[in-house]
């Protein structure tokens, strides 16, 4: 059972999260303390760290910092009202795998938590999930939830196009260019049927659309 | 009341000076040359009187007491002798006395008997006019001979001169004005060129002012300006790590309230959900008024970075974004031309408004479920016009709703900073919002308006 550390000073919103995570299945222990946190974390092992910037003690950036410079590879997300884009970086810079800002949706959390698990075990980006839909680049394997889905070699690259610029508009001319090919015509409507046969099979609200805009996917990754 | 320019007002108080200084020397000149002119009239009177005297000489021997001027004598002048005077001095009047009797006269000029019969310069007064006259006494005391002019006379000798000084005098006194104008500009340039530079800075920009880039008299400004600046500086640095802290010390409790409340909602029982999801909806708009606030704090610290942007990309993004927050299905969103729309802005800025705007539609939009962004591009501006199919707003409460938490429809949830975010975002690049009514049908279309910049 995966192990997590949650490191928040706000003790309310650190039992939330811990009592929400330990209800998704995972151990969860909650520290208020920035020194606490770096005690525990050198008695104990832990899959995934969630970390607060601002702790008493030591700053989660300290622990962060102390942590890599000790080749400490464990994942962390940081968790933190600091919006700035500085501050983003200040985080990244310093080693986080993940940065959230609150409030957190605790289910965007939970999945966090699981890519970030996912990416451990695999450390790698040629599978990619969004909601429920899987899709394996290199495998050419696209599953919704566990059941395989057969996809014709249009619809295949339609999809990678969309996962690879998920969260983002696709227009239809960029679509069109994936699937040109030199010894075959495209036919105007071809990357409409690709899209309603993607429809048909991934899910109707998989794929949104807006006029003049394109195609995107962006449900949640996991 | 606004002041004039210190350049205009120096440039009034020395033109005041230069033409009281003028006026000053204009009269004293004036003074001078006609007591100048007035003693070089006395002398003309006094060589006239000695012409008279001299063209008698012949003539007196035969004078005798008492002999007054007998009908048709021609007197001690003769007809040669009153033209030989007249070619000399033909505004001159004359009155020769012998023996208090008058023995000669010009036969013009004054009556007789207001003339002063005395010896020496005087003044008198005769129809109205005013006379200057001399009284030369002969070798024999019993002659006087009086000639006398109009005081006019005299006077219109200085005209002319005034006449012809005119002309240059003026001409001079414009091109004096002119230099002295160009002197002061040139002397002023670096008012003005401080005057640009702390018009051009923006909010963000308190770097301190180089004080050799200025001449030495504006040392003392200079640095009391870079003081100003650095206590700006510095209060800058404490609103902004006051706004983070605030951001810190709202978001937090707002987001463990937001934790319990979900919590609540996986765990409750059936009946309770709505409550608890009713819950989870307040908090969100709490923290939809945090971000709104430290948007608009932050926004007042920021300066326009203007760069050519695809506009069309950025509206997609902005959709995307928003799309991804809603339920499937929920709103239909449209934007025309569908392809690249380039423009000079600051992107970040951008977004920002149309994001709020685009945000603000979405809740509007709910009974026709489609938003519309239509991008117009003129010569010299570029239109984003997002347009709902909701209410709409009445003409008489558009204004009001530029304010901050001012709200169209209180049915809709929203933290009423919306369009001031908008407002301000805008206003950073130089541009423009309206609300205006649709064209085709009910709902509200809020007009973006970008200028050009080079």
Same mark, same amino acid.
């Given at each position: 059972?995966?192990?997590?550390?949650?490191?928040?000073?706000?003790?309310?919103?650190? #039992?939330?999260?811990? #009592?929400?995570?330990?209800?998704?299945?995972?151990?969860?222990?909650?520290?208020?303390?920035?020194?606490? $946190?770096?005690?525990?974390? *050198?008695? *104990?092992?832990?899959? $995934?760290?969630?970390?607060?910037?601002?702790?008493?003690?030591?700053?989660?950036?300290?622990?962060?910092?102390?942590?890599?410079?000790?080749?400490?590879?464990?994942?962390?997300?940081?968790?933190?009202?600091?919006?700035?884009?500085?501050? #983003?970086?200040?985080?990244?810079?310093?080693?986080?795998?993940?940065?959230? %800002?609150?409030? %957190?949706?605790?289910?965007?959390?939970?999945?966090?938590? #699981?890519?970030?698990?996912?990416?451990?075990?695999?450390?790698?980006?040629?599978?990619?999930?969004?909601?429920?839909?899987?899709?394996?680049?290199?495998?050419?394997?696209?599953?919704?939830?566990?059941?395989? $889905?057969?996809?014709?070699?249009?619809?295949?690259?339609?999809? *990678?196009?969309?996962?690879?610029?998920?969260?983002?508009?696709?227009?239809?001319?960029?679509?069109?260019?994936?699937?040109?090919?030199?010894?075959?015509?495209?036919? *105007?409507?071809?990357?409409?049927?690709?899209?309603?046969?993607?429809?048909?099979?991934?899910?109707?609200?998989?794929?949104?659309?807006?006029?003049?805009?394109?195609?995107?996917?962006?449900?949640?990754?996991? | 009341?606004?002041?004039?320019?210190?350049?205009?007002?120096?440039?009034?108080?020395?033109?005041?000076?230069?033409?009281?200084?003028?006026?000053?020397?204009?009269?004293?000149?004036? /003074?001078?040359?006609?007591?100048?002119?007035?003693?070089?009239?006395?002398?003309? @009177?006094?060589?006239?009187?000695?012409?008279?005297?001299?063209?008698?000489?012949?003539?007196? +021997?035969?004078?005798?007491?008492?002999?007054?001027?007998?009908?048709?004598?021609?007197?001690?002048?003769?007809?040669?002798?009153?033209?030989?005077?007249?070619?000399?001095?033909?505004?001159?009047?004359?009155?020769?006395? &012998?023996?208090?009797?008058? /023995?000669?006269?010009?036969?013009?000029?004054?009556?007789?008997?207001?003339?002063?019969?005395?010896?020496?310069?005087?003044?008198?007064?005769?129809?109205?006019?005013? &006379?200057?006259?001399?009284?030369?006494?002969?070798?024999?005391?019993?002659?006087?001979?009086?000639?006398?002019?109009?005081?006019?006379?005299?006077?219109?000798?200085?005209?002319?001169?005034?006449?012809?000084?005119? !002309?240059?005098?003026?001409?001079?006194?414009?091109?004096?004005?002119?230099?002295?104008?160009?002197? !002061?500009?040139?002397?002023?340039?670096?008012?003005?060129?401080?005057?640009?530079?702390?018009?051009?800075?923006?909010?963000?920009?308190?770097?301190?002012?180089?004080?050799?880039?200025?001449?030495?008299?504006?040392? +003392?400004?200079?640095?009391?300006?870079?003081?100003?600046?650095?206590?700006?500086?510095?209060?800058?640095?404490?609103?902004?790590?006051?706004?983070?802290?605030?951001?810190?010390?709202?978001?937090?409790?707002?987001?463990?309230? =937001?934790?319990?409340?979900?919590?609540?909602?996986?765990?409750?029982?059936?009946? @309770?959900?709505?409550?608890?999801?009713?819950?989870?909806?307040?908090?969100?708009?709490?923290?939809?008024?945090?971000?709104?606030? !430290?948007?608009?704090?932050?926004?007042?610290?920021?300066?326009?970075?203007?760069?050519?942007?695809?506009?069309?990309?950025?509206?997609?993004?902005?959709?995307?974004?928003?799309?991804?927050?809603? +339920? +499937?299905?929920?709103?239909?969103?449209?934007?025309?031309?569908?392809?690249?729309? =380039?423009?000079?802005?600051?992107?970040?800025?951008?977004?920002?408004?149309?994001?709020?705007?685009?945000?603000?539609?979405?809740?509007?939009?709910?009974?026709?479920?489609?938003?519309?962004?239509?991008?117009?591009?003129?010569?010299?501006?570029?239109?984003?016009?997002?347009?709902?199919?909701?209410?709409?707003?009445?003409?008489?409460?558009?204004? =009001?709703?530029?304010?901050?938490?001012? =709200?169209?429809?209180?049915?809709?949830?929203?933290?009423?900073?919306?369009?001031? /975010?908008?407002?301000?975002?805008?206003?950073?690049?130089?541009?423009?919002?309206?609300?205006?009514?649709?064209?085709?049908?009910?709902?509200?279309?809020?007009?973006?308006?970008?200028?050009?910049?080079?």
């Amino acid at each position: 059972m995966p192990r997590l550390l949650i490191a928040e000073d706000d003790a309310d919103l650190g #039992r939330a999260m811990k #009592r929400s995570l330990e209800l998704d299945g995972y151990v969860a222990d909650h520290f208020v303390r920035g020194d606490d $946190v770096l005690a525990a974390l *050198s008695t *104990s092992h832990y899959d $995934v760290l969630l970390l607060d910037i601002g702790l008493p003690h030591m700053t989660g950036l300290e622990i962060l910092s102390h942590l890599r410079s000790a080749g400490d590879a464990t994942p962390v997300i940081v968790i933190t009202a600091l919006d700035r884009t500085r501050h #983003r970086v200040a985080g990244l810079d310093a080693g986080a795998d993940d940065y959230l %800002v609150k409030p %957190v949706e605790l289910e965007e959390l939970a999945a966090r938590v #699981r890519a970030q698990l996912r990416r451990r075990e695999r450390r790698q980006d040629d599978i990619m999930s969004l909601d429920d839909v899987t899709i394996d680049f290199t495998g050419h394997v696209v599953s919704v939830g566990d059941e395989p $889905v057969s996809l014709t070699s249009k619809e295949f690259r339609v999809l *990678s196009l969309l996962m690879r610029r998920r969260r983002r508009f696709v227009s239809k001319a960029d679509l069109e260019g994936e699937l040109y090919d030199q010894d075959q015509w495209v036919e *105007s409507n071809t990357v409409e049927v690709a899209i309603s046969a993607l429809r048909r099979k991934l899910g109707r609200n998989f794929i949104r659309t807006a006029r003049g805009l394109g195609y995107m996917v962006g449900g949640r990754e996991g | 009341m606004r002041r004039s320019s210190l350049s205009a007002r120096l440039y009034r108080r020395i033109l005041l000076l230069l033409a009281g200084a003028g006026f000053c020397m204009g009269a004293m000149l004036y /003074i001078v040359a006609n007591r100048e002119i007035s003693q070089a009239s006395d002398a003309q @009177l006094v060589n006239a009187s000695r012409l008279l005297y001299m063209l008698m000489q012949d003539e007196l +021997p035969a004078l005798r007491p008492g002999q007054g001027l007998a009908e048709g004598d021609e007197g001690p002048l003769s007809s040669d002798e009153r033209r030989a005077f007249h070619a000399s001095y033909d505004w001159c009047m004359f009155i020769v006395v &012998w023996d208090q009797h008058i /023995i000669a006269q010009s036969g013009w000029g004054a009556p007789t008997r207001h003339v002063p019969q005395k010896p020496g310069l005087h003044d008198f007064e005769a129809s109205g006019d005013q &006379w200057r006259s001399y009284g030369l006494t002969g070798e024999d005391p019993r002659l006087l001979i009086i000639v006398a002019e109009r005081d006019a006379t005299r006077e219109f000798s200085v005209v002319p001169v005034m006449r012809k000084l005119a !002309l240059p005098f003026f001409g001079l006194i414009g091109v004096g004005a002119l230099l002295l104008w160009l002197t !002061l500009r040139t002397g002023l340039s670096d008012v003005e060129r401080l005057r640009k530079t702390l018009e051009n800075r923006s909010l963000a920009d308190l770097s301190p002012l180089d004080p050799k880039a200025w001449a030495s008299d504006f040392g +003392p400004l200079i640095i009391a300006l870079n003081r100003l600046f650095e206590r700006l500086g510095q209060g800058y640095e404490k609103e902004q790590a006051f706004t983070d802290d605030v951001a810190h010390e709202l978001r937090t409790p707002v987001a463990a309230i =937001r934790a319990q409340a979900q919590l609540l909602a996986r765990a409750a029982p059936a009946h @309770l959900r709505d409550e608890a999801d009713r819950l989870i909806a307040i908090v969100d708009r709490a923290n939809d008024l945090v971000d709104g606030m !430290l948007m608009l704090a932050r926004l007042d610290a920021t300066s326009a970075s203007v760069r050519s942007v695809d506009v069309h990309e950025l509206v997609a993004d902005v959709v995307a974004e928003v799309m991804l927050r809603l +339920p +499937p299905d929920m709103i239909d969103f449209q934007v025309t031309p569908g392809h690249v729309v =380039r423009w000079r802005c600051d992107p970040a800025l951008l977004k920002i408004a149309v994001s709020a705007i685009t945000d603000n539609a979405v809740h509007h939009a709910a009974e026709g479920r489609l938003v519309e962004i239509d991008l117009q591009r003129r010569d010299d501006r570029l239109d984003v016009v997002i347009m709902d199919r909701g209410k709409g707003i009445g003409a008489a409460d558009r204004s =009001r709703l530029l304010k901050r938490f001012e =709200r169209g429809n209180l049915a809709v949830t929203g933290s009423g900073l919306g369009l001031s /975010i908008a407002v301000k975002a805008i206003a950073l690049m130089g541009g423009s919002i309206r609300l205006e009514d649709r064209t085709d049908g009910n709902g509200l279309q809020v007009r973006l308006s970008l200028m050009s910049v080079p």
